[in-house]
């Protein structure tokens, strides 16, 4: 299929998930099914649910999933709406809930998407059908608003000097195209590519816009507080992230409910308010074989939790 993708950290998510306790597993980013097709494999027992708010990348799952009809079932949504989409399911609480968060070979691969400065293709980068485009973003967006977004979402140092720019090309005709605003990009941070090493100088601007576009952010905060309230006892929670926003976010979450709530008057941790227990103290990160086979997995981080 095109856009064929090879999870990361497949055997590190299988140790940290324990499948073979059985129950059921929610892979909140089911994608292609390359995690999900290896945990029905390792685990007879175990039944599998799969969200993603891509349909196409469902049809790709369940044709991945076949050799296992009977133990798992797919459906549509925000990981940010999961326990609204569990619900109607009747389920018992979770034994696990995988989350591999960011975008997809599937959707990378795709021109006609918008999700690479590589491929030129419309301004889109919608994971799923609703909401503004990049297009609509880039276009419409005061010139403040713009920077504050590469700045915050992007982390993008030049993110004043690029709004700028983009405010200007705008003004002359609307972007439409990757690639016409990876090129204006690149010509506002000029020529200097030596603080950017091998990284194109549009890729902070398109996450940046990505994670906008797809409310990425709000939606990990939303998916961490239901999760841990849907994990059974021993139910473990695995959430992989690529860049530090992403990671920061789960490394607070996880840290806090491992740690309980404090006291005000004694500033005393009450333990029997902890939720979880840590299973990773640092982040998992992909070993020398998988990033050879595999250089996408190169910012990959694994954080794992345990319900108590």
């Not at 989350?99 to 998407?113: H, I, K, Y």
């Not at 297009?135 to 419409?140: G, L």
């Not at 403040?144 to 982390?155: I, M, T, V």
Request: glycine share 10%; net charge positive.
């Amino acid at each position: 299929m095109e856009g064929s993708h090879e999870p990361v950290l497949v055997a590190e998510s299988l140790r940290c998930l324990a499948p073979g306790r059985g129950g059921v597993f929610v892979d909140c980013t089911v994608g292609l099914g390359g995690h999900a097709a290896a945990l029905l494999a390792a685990a007879p027992e175990a039944r599998l649910v799969g969200l993603d708010r891509d349909p196409e990348a469902l049809a790709g799952a369940a044709a991945r999933l076949a050799p296992f009809a009977g133990r798992w079932e797919l459906h549509a949504g925000r990981f940010g709406d999961l326990a609204a989409l569990l619900a109607p399911l009747g389920l018992p609480p979770l034994a696990g809930i995988l989350a591999d968060l960011g975008v997809s070979s599937l959707q990378l691969d795709r021109a006609e998407r918008g999700f690479s400065f590589r491929r030129d293709g419309p301004l889109d980068m919608r994971m799923g059908g609703g909401g503004p485009t990049a297009a609509e973003i880039v276009n419409e967006y005061p010139e403040a608003a713009l920077e504050r977004l590469l700045r915050e979402y992007g982390e993008e140092r030049d993110a004043r000097r690029i709004a700028r720019t983009l405010v200007a090309t705008r003004a002359r005709q609307p972007f439409a195209t990757t690639g016409e605003l990876a090129r204006a990009v690149a010509a506002a941070k000029g020529g200097d590519r030596r603080r950017e090493g091998r990284v194109d100088p549009a890729t902070r601007t398109f996450q940046a816009l990505r994670l906008e576009v797809n409310q990425e952010l709000a939606e990990l905060e939303r998916l961490l507080d239901q999760a841990i309230e849907l994990l059974d006892r021993d139910g473990r929670l695995v959430v992989i992230s690529y860049h530090s926003l992403e990671d920061r976010i789960v490394k607070r979450r996880l840290r806090d409910a491992a740690r309980g709530e404090i006291e005000e008057t004694t500033g005393q941790t009450r333990a029997e308010s902890r939720a979880l227990e840590l299973l990773t103290r640092k982040p998992l990160r992909p070993g020398p074989a998988e990033l050879a086979a595999n250089p996408r997995s190169r910012s990959a981080r694994l954080r794992a939790a345990r319900r108590i």
